[in-house]
Structure formats: C-alpha cells, structure tokens
C-alpha cells in the first residue's frame, strides 16, 4: 500500500510546475529554499506560463523512499570525521552490524555532535546546520565524515560533505529520533502531531507556494499604476477615452504609431485656415500668384502651340526644302569646280565674266537656236562667240559654267533657304522675355520653380540668337513635351483648386470639420509624443497580469488534494494498528488514538488526539504528563519505522528521557524487539539504559555492542573504555593495568598522558563502585535492576570492617578524578606503579572475599 503511494506521489510530482517540482528536490535533499531562491520560483513560473524551456531539478523515484527491493543496511562505523561540532578531527566510532549498538557518554561527550551527523545524511526534516568548533580556529574546510556501511551484504564507504544536503539514497533510509522531533510528534497547538516524512515535505512545499505567492503581490504591488495625466485640451477628445483604463489588453491606435513632418505641416496649414483673416489674404495672395502665372503660361502655351502644333510641322517641310535645294546648289557647284577651266574659277566671282555668260546664253537662245537646233552647252552647239561646234572638254566646260552661272539650283537654294529661316522665325515668337518672366514671379513663387521657367525663356532666346538655325531646328524636332509649361499649368490648377479650396473653408460646416479634423491631428501628436510612456504602462500592465497568471500555478489546494490521497493510502487502518499496537506495548493505559485531519496547504492530514468520553478536544500536550508525551511519541515514532519495508538501522537519542522506570523497561524491551530484524542504535548518558538494554538482549538472545565515547582535550566523541559496567571485576582490573602499561610509555607532560591518567582514575573508581554490589554484597543488590537477591543474605554476616575499610580506602584514593579542584590546586600526579599495586592488592582481596563468602 505504502509503496503504491510513494508510485503515484511520483506521478502526481512529474504533471506539477516545475518550481514544486524543484522544492521537492530540494527539500529531500535538504537544501534551504531562501529568498534568493524563491525569487528564482517567481522566474520559473513566469517563464513556465511564458512556456518557455525551463532548467530544474526533479527527484528519482528511488530518493521519495520506497523501492520494490526490500534493502537491509547496516551502519558499520563513522570515520574521518572533520570540523563537526566539538568533535575531536578524525573522530570514529564503531557499530555492531546488527542486534543493539549502544553509544554511552556523560553529558558533553559528544553524543549530539554524532546524531547531528545521523540527521543530516538522513535528510531528517528536523536535521540542523551543522556548526564547526566555534571555540577553536577552523581549519576553513567543511563539516565531513565518511560512513562505512553494508548493503545487502556489499560493502560501501560514503564520503558526506555535512555542509551540503546529502543525496545518499541508502542513508536516507535510516529511522532517526531524538528529543526535537520527539517534540514535533506532540506539538504546543492543536495541529499535525506526527507525520511521515512525505506530509512534511507536502506541507514546506505549500509554505514555499506561499512565499512565492507573496513575493508575486509584492512585486504586484511595487509596479505603479498605470495613469497617464491628459492635457485638459486634450480630455474632451472622444478618442482619448483608451487611455483612462490602460490594460495589458491595451493597444495604441495605429494611426498614433507614427508622426512625419507632413503631419507637422498640416497641423500648421489647419491653424491657417482656421483664421478667417488669414483664410482671406491667402485667397488675395494667391489670386495674384494666379494672375501672374496665367500671364506667362499664356505666353509658354503660344510657344508650345508652335513648337508642337502645326507650325512645326510647314517648319520641318521648310527644312527638309531647303536642305533639298542646298543639296542641288552643292551638286552644281562640284561639277563647275571640277569642269571649269582655271581662269573660270578665277573669274567667277567678276561680275563682268558672269553678265558675258548670261548674255551670251541670251543670244544664243534668240538668234542662233532656230539656226542649230540645239541648246546652249549641249551637244551640237555652237560658241556664241566664234560660232565653232562645242564639244569635248569645251563641251564640258561650257554645261558646268552655264549651270553653275545661269541654272536654276542657286536660286531655287537662296529661296527655300528664306523659307526656312523665317518658318524658324515664326515658331520661335513668344512675348515675354526671360527678364520680364522673372521680374513678373520673383517672391510670388519658390526660386527652383521660378528658374525652372526662367531658364526656358533663356532656352528660346538662345535658339533665336544661335546662327546655327540647323542645330537649333533637332532640338525643335526633338520634342515631345514640354515639361515646364505643363508643370505650370499644373501649378496654376492647384491655385485655383486652392482658392477655391480656401472660398469652401469659409464656410461654417467645413470649418467645423478643420476643427475636429484639428483636434484629432492634435491628439495624434500628443499620444505619439507619449509613446515611450504609454507603452512603459502597457508593459506594467502585463507584467501584473503575467505576475497574477504565475499565482496560478501555486495554488495549494492541488497540494492538499494530494496530501488527502495519500492521507487515504498511508494513513491506513494498518497504520493505525500499527500505532494502536506499539501504544499497547509501551504504554496500554493511555488514552490516545491516531486520528486524519482535514489536509490544508499541504499539512499533514492526521494527528494524536486523546481518547476521551466527552470527545472534548483537548491539546494532548496540555493533558499528558512529560513523560506520557515521550511514551507517545516513541509509539508514532516506532509506528512509521516498523511501516518501512526496509529493513535499515534505527537510530535512537535518549528514547527514556523524561520516562519513569515502567516506560523505560517498557522502551527498553521494544527496542531490543526492534532489534531482532534491524540494526538498533541508541545515544543515551542513562547507565540504566545501558545496562537494561544489555540484560534484555541477552535474554532474547540478540547481539549487543557497547560503545563508550567522552570528552577530552583534543575534542569530543573519543572512543572510552568499554564494558565499564558489565563483566567481572576481576578482569577489568587487570584491563586497567594493561592501560597503565600504556600510558607509563607517554610524555608525563603531554596532555595524552594526563587524560589517560585521570581515565584510569576514573574506570579504577566505577570497578571499586561495582564492587560494593557484585563483590560485597555477591549482586544481591544492583543499582540499575529491579532485582533483588536474597539467596545470599545469610551471608552477609561474614563481612568484615576490613572489606569496608578497603573498599572506602580506593574510593577516596581514587576519587579526585570525579570532581571539581581548586584553582590554586597544583596538578594532581599519579605513580602508575603504585596504582598497579593498589589493583594487586584489591583483586587479592576479591579473591580472598569471594573464597571467605562462598565456604
């Protein structure tokens, strides 16, 4: 059942967030959870929410305590101990490996510098820091021992690191009791009295939900509020409304998102046209700006009504004429230069030489023509002169002068020529000059439009000036569009738009629209302007709201539902019975029960609860005596080790502490059952357990290891003499002089040597005490046993003043070990040889005693 329970706690952990899932890690392996750590858990939850990849430490099955193999372990030694409370370094101390080890030491021995260990390498929930020596310089290095241990009959040396939480799944699987948790069974308020330790991990870990969840509010709390100051202009606009209630919902408009320059210029131009008067000079300004372009766009659209219309078109017929006739002209003038003889050449530029060839062509045509036949310079003519037949190279001369003198193609070339250049002319005639243009715009328009314009003029007057009319002509015939007139024409549209434009704004309904249209470009830039603000209260809001989604995921009652499902496994009728059963043994006529609880954040859900008639709840711990509460306590606590299938050691600090001698033997015969399957140690300074516990053993037959530890100038924790109070007398004596021998071999001044001697002292003295009863009174009477003798009282007439007198010599001889000494008393020196003697000398008188006695 138990371990079904441990299966499906394992479950529920894996599907829990991963900050419970750490905590359980840690709480097993007793890590402290502080704040830096919970501000961690706050992270994790955000990210987990976020669900992001998060890093965590999650528990192995086999660490939550239960394992399908039943382990039986035993805890052989304790060794290499270091910087462990008061403990002396390299402090050891040695267990039986199975039956009842018990560990005695008077108070200051060391004794919880040991179970300190036990509880911290158990991964006990009450287990306490463990403090170096504060009263020698540390070494610097940290707390450590190392266990020596055998599982399932396989040696292991653990070495434990005491300043960090243990991990040994072995170790933790030790049952640890002493007087703290003894006090946490039965607590001063009416709340959990005992649990396992599975609800006491439950109940930390809703403690931790609970210090996340408050570190979550106050980091809530420390975000300010999300309130934005609204300029009082501003807070009537019906757009503004978003911004009362900003949330992490909140979105900024789009249309706030972004503030250009343009938007700038329109916020300027609607202050203008919201001023009627100077809505008014605008329409006055722009009047004139109008009246002036459409001065000079009149004269540009003649220009390029002629550049592009039909003047341009007799322009090209004029041109390609005369480039036609020039071609003639050019032609003629070729043959007469290669034809005409040298002195023609000379000559042709006399005038007289040129009137004798016209004339002569004259005459030849009205007299001699009907005569020949035939025309002038052509074949078959005649000279005019010497009236000889042309023909050959004079025939050629003759046709190259007469068509360069009297043909048509120079005059037909001069015409077309005229032609052209006034066509030329024509298309080029414009009013205005580029002075008068810029005179006319100069401060009405922008300068870069203005030179736009200017400089076409300058172009025209260029193409007038130029004496290259043919260069002139391609550039005509090239165009297309003229760009700048229609960029002027566009311009005077838009003054005329604009004007119109400005008439419309003074109209009432259109100037309210400017004005709302105002208002919101207002708005706009204020809300852009405040951006950064805006969106920093957004990203409060959502940080409160991811911080408040986080809470989710620390809600307890996922842990108390958890707590009641294993409440209704482990909190069984069996271990009620358990519990009922161990109540019986120990302590029958108290009237206690195991009782579940309701669970609540975690904590665990049952809890000891008196038995009475009236069902009067009452705090046990207000009704039961000390000593009935330690009973009741070892009963839970016997309860849940006898519930652990592993059969691992049960350690034990003073169990009979605060108990009278009925509970005590009662205690002491259930640890000695305990023992019979599992290794059993107890820490007690109480010579009665120790003898009790040793007389129970061997009377059921269980093994019985005693351990004596004290406290010396080196440290505590130092193996002492054993088996002080059990064997003969007779042989310990001659154990302590086997250790005189011993110590005769050290510095007399060392501190060894006198703490060996001042032991001796002692042991010699708890012999001659033990002899009082097992001697001279033949253990008729013993100190720590009910049991009295009296087979032997007839006897007790034999005893002398003698056998008095030498008992009471040793013990004031050898008491000044077992007290306090004055300050001002020198150091108190022992002659061992002397002792030797005096132990001579008292086991003579135990053999002639006993000899006397039993005659």
Excluded at 482 to 510: H, Q, R, T
Excluded at 829 to 855: C, G, H, P, S
């Amino acid at each position: 059942m138990e371990t079904n329970a441990y299966i499906q706690f394992g479950e529920w952990l894996k599907k829990q967030p991963c900050w419970l899932q750490d905590a359980t890690w840690r709480i097993y392996n007793n890590q402290k959870v502080d704040d830096l750590q919970i501000s961690a858990y706050v992270q994790m939850c955000i990210d987990e929410i976020q669900k992001k990849d998060i890093v965590h430490k999650t528990i192995g099955d086999k660490q939550l305590g239960q394992s399908n193999d039943k382990t039986k372990m035993s805890i052989v030694s304790i060794n290499n101990v270091s910087n462990v409370n008061a403990l002396a370094d390299n402090a050891e101390l040695s267990f039986g490996e199975s039956g009842v080890s018990v560990v005695y030491g008077l108070n200051g021995a060391g004794k919880s510098g040991f179970m300190r260990i036990f509880k911290h390498v158990t991964g006990n929930p009450y287990a306490e820091v463990i403090q170096k020596n504060v009263y020698k310089k540390s070494s610097g290095n940290n707390p450590s021992c190392v266990f020596n241990i055998i599982v399932d009959s396989k040696d292991e040396s653990i070495p434990c690191d005491l300043s960090s939480n243990s991990s040994n799944t072995n170790l933790s699987q030790c049952d640890v009791f002493d007087t703290r948790i003894s006090g946490a069974y039965i607590t001063s308020s009416n709340s959990v009295s005992y649990e396992p330790f599975i609800f006491s991990v439950l109940k930390e870990l809703a403690d931790i939900a609970s210090r996340i969840e408050f570190t979550i509010k106050e980091r809530i709390a420390s975000i300010p509020e999300s309130v934005i100051k609204i300029p009082g202009d501003l807070s009537r606009n019906d757009k503004i409304g978003w911004l009362n209630v900003i949330s992490d919902k909140t979105c900024i408009p789009s249309e706030c998102l972004s503030w250009k320059e343009a938007d700038d210029k329109r916020i300027a131009e609607l202050i203008r046209l919201l001023d009627i008067s100077q809505v008014e000079n605008a329409i006055k300004s722009l009047g004139n700006q109008k009246h002036q372009l459409n001065s000079v766009l009149d004269d540009m659209n003649q220009l390029k009504k002629a550049l592009l219309g039909d003047k341009r078109d007799e322009l090209i017929i004029a041109y390609d004429d005369y480039m036609a006739k020039k071609e003639q002209f050019e032609l003629a003038q070729r043959l007469f230069s290669e034809n005409a003889y040298e002195q023609d050449k000379i000559s042709v530029s006399v005038e007289a030489w040129t009137s004798l060839w016209k004339y002569g062509k004259s005459y030849y045509e009205s007299c001699l023509h009907e005569i020949n036949k035939n025309s002038f310079a052509k074949e078959g003519s005649i000279c005019p002169l010497c009236l000889q037949e042309v023909k050959g190279d004079v025939l050629a001369r003759f046709s190259s002068v007469d068509e360069y003198v009297n043909g048509s193609c120079n005059k037909d070339y001069q015409e077309a020529k005229k032609t052209y250049e006034k066509k030329l002319q024509r298309i080029l005639e414009h009013t205005l000059s580029s002075a008068i243009v810029d005179n006319m715009l100069q401060e009405l328009f922008e300068k870069d439009f203005i030179e736009e314009i200017v400089n076409f003029y300058k172009l025209i007057e260029q193409w007038i000036a130029c004496e290259d009319t043919c260069s002139v002509y391609f550039k005509i015939k090239s165009i297309d569009t003229i760009e700048i007139i229609d960029k002027v024409e566009s311009v005077v549209n838009g003054l005329v738009s604009k004007i119109s434009e400005l008439k419309e704004n003074l109209d009432i309904e259109k100037r309210k629209e400017l004005q709302k249209e105002f208002e919101d470009m207002q708005y706009r830039k204020w809300v852009n302007s405040q951006i950064d603000v805006i969106n920093g209260l957004i990203n409060n809001e959502k940080k409160k709201a991811l911080l408040n989604e986080a809470k989710s995921l620390l809600k307890t009652n996922r842990i108390s539902n958890e707590s009641n499902t294993l409440a209704e496994q482990l909190i069984s009728e069996a271990y009620i019975k358990r519990f009922s059963s161990e109540l019986r043994k120990l302590a029958p006529h108290l009237r206690v029960k195991l009782e579940k609880g309701q669970s609540s954040k975690g904590k665990s859900p049952y809890k000891v609860v008196l038995d009475t008639e009236d069902k009067a709840r009452k705090h046990p711990q207000d009704i039961l005596s000390e000593g009935e509460q330690r009973i009741v306590a070892l009963a839970a606590f016997f309860a849940d080790a006898t519930g652990r299938d592993e059969l691992t050691p049960i350690v034990i600090d003073d169990p009979i502490s605060s108990l009278d001698y009925n509970y005590e033997e009662s205690a002491t015969k259930r640890i000695v059952e305990l023992a019979k399957n599992r290794q059993v140690i107890v820490f007690t300074h109480r010579i009665s357990l120790l003898v009790g516990i040793s007389e129970q053993c061997e009377k059921e037959g269980v093994l019985f290891c005693e351990r004596h530890i004290r406290g010396t100038t080196t440290g505590k924790g130092v193996s002492d003499f054993e088996e002080t109070y059990h064997g003969k007398i007779a042989t310990q004596l001659v154990g302590i002089q086997g250790r005189i021998r011993e110590t005769k071999k050290m510095d007399p001044y060392s501190h060894e040597y006198v703490d060996s001697c001042s032991r001796i002292s002692q042991q010699l003295r708890i012999c001659v005490e033990r002899s009082v009863e097992d001697i001279l009174f033949q253990q008729m009477v013993k100190r720590f046993s009910r049991r009295i003798m009296t087979g032997k009282l007839l006897k007790m007439d034999r005893i002398t003043s003698a056998d008095c007198q030498i008992i009471d010599n040793m013990m004031t001889k050898y008491s000044f070990g077992e007290h306090s000494q004055p300050e001002d008393s020198g150091l108190i020196t022992m002659d061992l040889d002397e002792v030797i003697n005096d132990i001579d000398n008292f086991n003579a008188w135990i053999r002639d005693y006993t000899k006397r006695i039993n005659a």
